[in-house]
């Protein structure tokens, strides 16, 4: 019997998965790299000279993380870790991007009281992407899962003469 237009079912779904992942990957980095932009476009206004530790430099570490984030999603999109990397950059940077539009939590040691509720174009776009990034790397870690092949089923094989099959 012929395979059908698509080719073998375990192929095709394949193919899927890995057009899948790709588009998750560029989605992923894209969201990733809005991040980053957004960032180290923001950091100038920030430095407070003085200060060990400025809002500025922890923009500029963002857009350096987000950065590397973005590039390990691309190279190595087959790998979990990979995508276990981005969701963290992503949802923390969404987290405190929240957290400090909302809430006025103070300095915290050497770090700014970055409370800040305005919330303009680029912090409501930087909000976004990181809350993409977040849902795409997390669905990008899952499909990205060990792959399902009949060397892992626990049945016996197709034909084999313990299954009723012939030989």
Request: charged letters at 15%; aromatic letters at 8%.
């Amino acid at each position: 019997m012929a395979p059908g237009p698509g080719g073998p079912p375990h192929r095709t779904a394949t193919s899927m998965r890995t057009v899948v992942r790709m588009l998750l990957q560029v989605v992923t980095a894209a969201a990733l790299a809005v991040d980053a932009y957004v960032h180290a476009d923001l950091a100038a206004p920030y430095d407070v000279v003085g200060r060990q530790i400025s809002q500025g430099t922890l923009f500029r570490l963002e857009a350096a993380v987000a950065s590397l984030a973005a590039l390990l999603v691309l190279l190595l999109g087959r790998r979990r870790p990979a995508w276990v990397f981005a969701f963290l950059v992503s949802v923390s940077a969404l987290g405190a991007v929240l957290l400090y539009g909302f809430v006025n939590v103070g300095a915290l040691g050497p770090l700014p009281n970055m409370y800040e509720p305005f919330w303009g174009p680029k912090r409501t776009g930087s909000a976004i992407a990181e809350a993409v990034g977040a849902v795409a790397a997390l669905v990008g870690f899952l499909i990205t899962g060990p792959p399902h092949s009949a060397s892992t089923r626990t049945s016996a094989p197709r034909g084999d003469k313990a299954d009723g099959g012939g030989g």
